[in-house]
């Protein structure tokens, strides 16, 4: 493949080389000598290495322990005893069970509740006012949304606080089974809440660029003329268009939540966890042999992961061969106003419920007393947020720096990329586009510890201090969750930028450099930043990859938030769970109040 | 009883500036041409009409269709059909599928025997499962037309229909859709820039002047 | 939870380790308060008598030139504190230190916080395995019980160090077995005493006004209020700190009715290494009694917490009405800062309270040898163990004994007032052994074998 790539960087600078003689106008511009082109064209190479050398490197680091290969063990024997170890482990049927069941119905019902939101609502003001209602929930971390909505449905959480004692009797908590259910019905429902505004705003992103989405309005405006109830209509015009550019969302939701840590390690049982959790604690584990075990327990993830999305692509084939039919047998109406109705219901429900787990938040962070049932706290203190605050420096730091340096790693290196795309005339290919969303579809607790087991060879060899070592480390792990957001969220503005300008500046003399920086960027100021609020936001709130890559040694909000969330305080767990929201909302107030600021000092 | 599309009355706000006023009846077979330059308000005309009309405008007046009053149904229960400038055909769905689409529910044979021999009618025979993007202007707008007449529309609603078409292509694709309105007996509204369209139209041409003017209403010619 | 935690480890044999499943909190701490003495009750550190040896303070002897040489290659270091991070209280107490060791000695005291000590124990262990032998990654751990005899067995710790620092005099150790023996393990210096903690039970006068106070009573006061009890999921410590209680008080009763006839099913037997064939029959009167204890728990008994932390806030949320802790002071502190609700009141078991000591100790490759000893010296200086005494700031008990104190160190440890809900002077009445470390894996297993999967 990568031989394949260098010819045809040879093969392009030709080319380029050839208009040169022929077209002395562009000549200045397109110097293949130019260190900025240079550099540009060699990006997507620099970027597939930086991405491939540690997902693969990881991969191996796992399966090599796992058949029985590890050095750092003294165990040289090839075999498959990691394997029936990891049979041999009572409840592993339960383990996994529970993480098929919970990552394919949250995604599932997550799925059909966006559907049936923009089925509902397609082409009404009520959708913007959705998306905006919504979206802010996009920058909460995984950790942050498992906590509040752990403090819901507690047994004396506000649901039924609200019900107490007046309609339930309850003078003291009840009996309940939630959060920590052993159905993982509380790891659904915290997943589904996450991932549902995901979803939705990642149709709605599909939704709004700017060709396909009128296509696909005045498609449905036809549908409607033709007598098709709007939410037929929806189903039948619009969703076999839209899909395909929801497939890729979607099948990155179902890897994280067949695969994640932190919702069932809040919200789940543990009798026993989720696969995931416990290859977590396997790993953790004194006994290093259980790492054998843990690894073959990787490659099961793997595999259940893999399972998992080819058992969705295969019933998006079954649901296509079944209702392929009914696109065209011209039934307008299949009860649509009942169906809006209860889409309606569910909407105002997921609202409230979302609504009502961030005010029990913010009440749980300033709150005196708060004996159950009481609605609300007897007194308020800010004594939480004082002592939280003493002790965030070193978090804090480490959260902003981290997310600071990845992100302007992964903007810069997309930036070039999309550039190269510029000046290749051509799209990136669809291997380096695959290996950009890969650490997306492949579980992180697979490759990760992989990761740490080969990066644990090499402070012999380096003679850093391992404090930057771990730093460095976690900087790594986090671009590769931090660019394919990135990339997915600047590509389609800097392709759609018109090429006239750069067209124009070049012919005016400016080199490709300069117009890199003086035309194409300051134009893209917007998206750039939108992409940095984004960046910082999933930087922020990763758990696994912080706490494997930096071997426990940095801390982050978000892994105190987690250390402290089944412990401690519902009052100290509020507040680092209001700090993980703020600190991503700050970034994306930045992102929006700062371009209005710029071209406003512009216009004077 | 003939088929007829009663516009009463109609005054159409943007904010609170009056767009146009109109106050008209076209009969089945006939062609009212709406003109006028861009933001005159032809296009929210059409959106009224089709019970679409966006936010920030809002309209008084009633329309009637064969003499029901459909001002308050629904878009898709109102039975008009639109042809757009562009085709808009269902890029997920082959040629038979964009039309089976349109045509109302029932016995699956007779839907496909209709729509080849419709095909055939307009000289696409052989099209019905080739997919509609490799298709060129002139069928896709063949396509379209069949697909709107197929859904047994009341009344047909055409917003620049040619207007993407080169000139030999634009005559025959307007002769052929002009001739199927007057086939039906379609009440049909065009809103057009160009001045061969509304002479072949052959109807009433109502010119819009711009808002500014305040909506007044030259009548060309009647 | 102020406290003290221990993580109980597993050196497990893997065919009985069924996943462990969740450890979150655990941790550190802990020891004995006894000794090789085996069995029975034994008294809590005695206050020392004046027949001590009469050193009064460390800043009265000279520093020994071994100890200046420290000083000296000691200073403008970093050194990670590898700790426990899952209580805030201590979390601020140790970032209190950091300030102090930063003005003494310019060293820069980095906490890692741990959700499970165990975690440091596999980091030096695999630092071992990969070679590393002077650039490890943890310079201090806290740490006592199965982790220390973990690290102690792998040889992976710094030997002879705690001995020589000069604080070290003030436990008295001559006197004091509770700060040389790790749960009944000879620290040999490689861990310095830092704290001390008993096992006390607290509840919520509203819900209840009349709590067990034995273990029978448990049972039937359990029977009465279902669901209103329960104990974190071992390997937690707190969680086995309860299983460890339960277990030698019912040895202790059935010992007193067998008039201790049949020597192999004696309590003795608990404080030495498991063998292959006691285990199952020291451990059966325990899964006897938690065969009748857990239809009655909370959940009933399908789900255990993960943590004492999570228990304490299962009382604040009224889910609970009693419940114990390893650190009595953190009961108070926990009201003070809203955790708790004011109606919360401790007290000690009759049937004995389990106790132990809590260490520091370094890793042999520790990269800041000489810097961690500083600081764990500092932890042991009478300013630092009466702050961390204090019942708003940590409430952990001083591990040093008073008669070895000057006048003006000893004023350092007045208490104040105590709170409503703080454990009444003087209520325990008996203390409890903690047993030999390998009972704690042999615990764990037959516990997940029993109850870790729902079935």
């Known amino acids: 493949m990568s031989l394949e790539n260098n010819t045809q960087v040879v093969f392009n600078n030709k080319q380029v080389d050839d208009k040169q003689v022929n077209n002395k106008q562009v000549s200045k511009s397109a110097v293949a000598t130019d260190w900025f082109t240079v550099m540009v064209k060699h990006s997507p190479k620099f ?112 649901i039924s606080r609200l019900i107490s004692p007046w309609l339930s009797g309850w003078e003291f908590a009840p009996h309940g089974i939630f959060p920590h259910d052993n159905y993982g019905l509380s790891i659904i429902l915290g997943l589904t809440l996450k991932e549902l505004p995901f979803l939705l705003l990642m149709a709605l992103g599909a939704l709004a660029q700017p060709e396909l989405g009128k296509k696909l309005r005045q498609q449905h405006k036809v549908a409607l003329n033709l007598g098709y109830c709007p939410m037929t209509a929806f189903f039948k015009v619009i969703l076999p268009s839209l899909y395909p550019l929801l497939r890729l969302p979607l099948l990155a939701v179902l890897a994280y939540a067949s695969s994640s840590v932190e919702m069932p390690l809040i919200l789940g049982p ?62 307008r109406e299949y009860g649509g106003a009942f169906w809006q109705k209860i889409t309606s219901v569910i909407t105002t429900l997921v609202v409230l419920f979302i609504t009502l787990s961030l005010v029990g938040l913010v009440l749980w962070s300033v709150a005196g007393f708060w004996r159950f049932p009481a609605i609300l706290p007897d007194s308020l203190t800010l004594l939480h947020w004082q002592s939280a605050i003493m002790q965030m420096g070193t978090p804090l730091f480490n959260t902003i720096s981290i997310g600071l340096i990845t992100t302007l790693i992964a903007i810069t290196l997309t930036l070039f990329c999309l550039e190269a795309e510029q000046i290749k005339g051509k799209k990136v290919s669809p ?131 987690v250390t402290l969330a089944n412990g401690a305080s519902r009052r100290t767990s509020a507040v680092y769970a209001l700090m993980q929201m703020l600190l991503p909302l700050i970034g994306f107030i930045l992102a929006w109040v700062l371009p209005k600021f710029i071209y406003k000092s512009a216009n004077r | 009883m003939q088929s007829s599309l009663q516009i009463n009355n109609l005054k159409l706000f943007r904010q609170n500036e009056l767009l146009l006023s109109v106050n008209e009846q076209i009969n089945g077979g006939e062609i009212l041409t709406i003109m006028g330059p861009s933001g005159s308000g032809k296009s929210s005309l059409l959106n009224w009409l089709t019970g679409s009309l966006p936010q920030g405008f809002h309209a008084k007046g009633e329309v009637l269709l064969n003499n029901n009053n459909i001002t308050n149904t629904a878009a898709h229960l109102r039975h008009v059909g639109v042809l757009y400038q562009d085709a808009l055909l269902f890029s997920h769905l082959s040629v038979a599928g964009n039309i089976s689409f349109a045509m109302p529910a029932g016995n699956k044979k007779q839907r496909l025997e209709k729509i080849d021999d419709a095909l055939e009618q307009f000289g696409l025979s052989g099209f019905a499962n080739r ?84 909506a007044e209403i030259k009548q060309i010619r009647e | ?40 009750t034994i008294e809590t550190p005695k206050t020392v008598s004046t027949t001590s040896p009469t050193v009064k303070s460390s800043e009265q002897t000279a520093p020994s030139k071994h100890w200046k040489n420290i000083e000296n290659s000691g200073r403008n270091q970093d050194v990670f504190f590898h700790a426990w991070g899952g209580d805030p209280q201590i979390n601020s107490y140790i970032k209190w230190v950091a300030e102090q060791v930063k003005a003494k000695y310019n060293i820069n005291l980095q906490q890692v916080k741990l959700s499970d000590t165990s975690e440091a124990v596999s980091r030096v262990l695999a ?110 410590f707190l969680g086995m700190s309860f299983l460890k209680y339960a277990l030698v008080v019912l040895h202790q009763q059935s010992d007193a009715i067998t008039q201790v006839q049949d020597k192999s099913q004696t309590q003795a037997q608990l404080y030495l290494p498991t063998t292959p064939e006691n285990i199952e029959i020291i451990l059966e009167p325990l899964w006897a009694f938690l065969e009748v204890l857990h239809p009655q728990l909370w959940r009933k008994g399908e789900h255990f917490m993960q943590s004492g932390v999570e228990m304490r806030r299962l009382v604040d949320d009224t889910e609970l009405s009693v419940a114990f ?19 919360i009141r401790s007290y000690a078991m009759q049937d004995g309270s389990l106790s132990n000591t809590h260490f520091v100790a370094i890793p042999y490759n520790a990269s800041h040898q000489q810097s961690a000893q500083l600081v764990a010296n500092f932890l042991l200086s009478p300013q630092a163990q009466a702050y961390k005494q204090k019942a708003n700031v940590w409430g952990d008990r001083s591990v040093l004994i008073h008669s070895a104190l000057s006048d003006a160190e000893q004023a350092l440890f007045k208490a104040q007032q105590p709170h409503p809900s703080a454990l009444p002077v003087d209520s325990i009445k008996a203390t409890l052994s903690e047993p030999h470390p390998s009972w704690v894996s042999a615990i764990t297993d037959g516990w997940q074998a029993r109850y870790g999967v729902t079935r």
Not at chain 1, 304 to 314: A, D, H, P
Not at chain 1, 504 to 511: F, Q, T
Not at chain 3, 165 to 188: C, E, K, R, S, Y
């Open chain 3, 1 to 40: 939870m102020p406290t003290i935690k221990f993580a109980p480890i597993k050196i497990v044999t893997r065919s009985s380790f069924c996943f462990i499943a969740f450890i979150i909190f655990a941790l550190s701490s802990t020891s004995l308060v006894v000794s090789a003495n085996i069995g029975g």
């Open chain 1, 47 to 158: 970027l597939l290495l930086l991405l491939v050398v540690p997902v693969f490197g990881g991969l191996i680091g796992v399966i090599l322990p796992a058949l029985g290969w590890a050095p750092v063990l003294n165990q040289y024997h090839i075999g498959l005893q990691a394997f029936s170890e990891l049979w041999d482990t009572t409840g592993l049927g339960q383990m996994v069970a529970l993480s098929v069941a919970t990552g394919l119905i949250s995604t599932f019902i997550a799925f059909v509740i966006t559907l049936m939101i923009l089925a509902a609502f397609f082409n009404s003001v009520w959708l913007a006012r959705i998306q905006q209602i919504l979206s802010p929930i996009l920058v909460i971390p995984h950790a942050a949304a498992a906590i509040a909505v752990g403090f819901l449905i507690a047994p004396s959480g506000m």
């Open chain 1, 431 to 561: 291997f380096i586009s695959l290996i950009i969303y890969m650490p997306l579809m492949v579980p992180s607790i697979a490759f990760l510890f992989g990761l740490v087991l080969i990066q644990q060879l090499i402070p012999q060899f380096i003679a850093v201090k391992t404090v930057y070592i771990s730093y460095i480390n976690v900087v790594i792990a986090h671009i590769l969750f931090v660019l394919p957001y990135v990339f997915l969220s600047l590509s389609s503005s800097y392709r759609q930028l018109d090429k006239r300008f750069a067209i124009v500046a070049a012919s005016l003399g400016a080199k490709p450099s300069k117009v890199f920086f003086k035309v194409k960027l300051p134009q893209l100021l917007t998206p750039i930043l939108i992409a940095f609020a984004l960046g910082l936001a999933i930087s922020f709130g990763q758990y696994l990859p912080t706490l494997l890559a930096g071997g426990g040694r940095i801390s982050t909000i978000t892994t105190e938030a």
């Open chain 3, 325 to 343: 802790t390893f650190s009595a002071p953190e009961v108070p502190a926990a009201v003070q800062r809203y955790d708790l609700p004011n109606s």
């Open chain 1, 270 to 331: 543990n009798t026993p966890p989720t696969l995931a959790v416990a290859i977590m604690h396997w790993f953790n584990d004194v006994d290093l042999n259980l790492r054998l075990k843990a690894s073959a327990g990787a490659l099961l993830q793997l595999a259940v992961t893999g399972g998992i999305l080819v058992l969705w692509l295969l019933a998006e084939k079954m649901v296509r061969v079944l209702f392929c039919e009914m696109l065209t047998n011209g039934k």
């Open chain 2, 131 to 214: 997919h509609p993007d490799n298709l060129s202007g002139g069928q896709q707008a063949r396509v379209a037309l069949l697909r709107v007449l197929l859904s047994e529309p009341k009344a047909i609603l055409l917003d620049e229909p040619f207007s993407k078409l080169d000139v030999q292509l634009r005559e025959d694709t307007r002769q052929l859709v002009f001739e199927q309105i007057r086939y039906h007996q379609l009440p049909a509204l065009m809103v057009t820039h160009d001045h061969s369209d509304a002479e072949a139209a052959g109807g009433k041409i109502i010119t819009l002047t711009r808002p500014a003017a305040k």
């Open chain 3, 127 to 236: 630092e071992k395995s990969a070679n590393n032998d002077n650039q490890g990654s943890v310079d201090l751990v806290w740490i006592n019980g199965a982790n220390f005899a973990a690290m102690a067995e792998h040889s992976l710790l710094l030997k002879n160090w705690a001995n020589e620092l000069p604080n070290f005099t003030l436990t008295d150790p001559i006197n004091n077995p509770a700060v040389t023996l790790d749960f009944g393990v000879p620290t040999q210096g490689m861990e310095s005493p830092w704290g001390q903690a008993s096992l006390s039970f607290y509840y919520d006068e509203l819900a209840t006004t009349n709590p067990p106070k034995t273990l029978n009573e448990l049972l039937v006061w359990s029977k009465k209020n279902p669901g209103r009890f329960s104990y974190p999921k071992p390997p937690d």
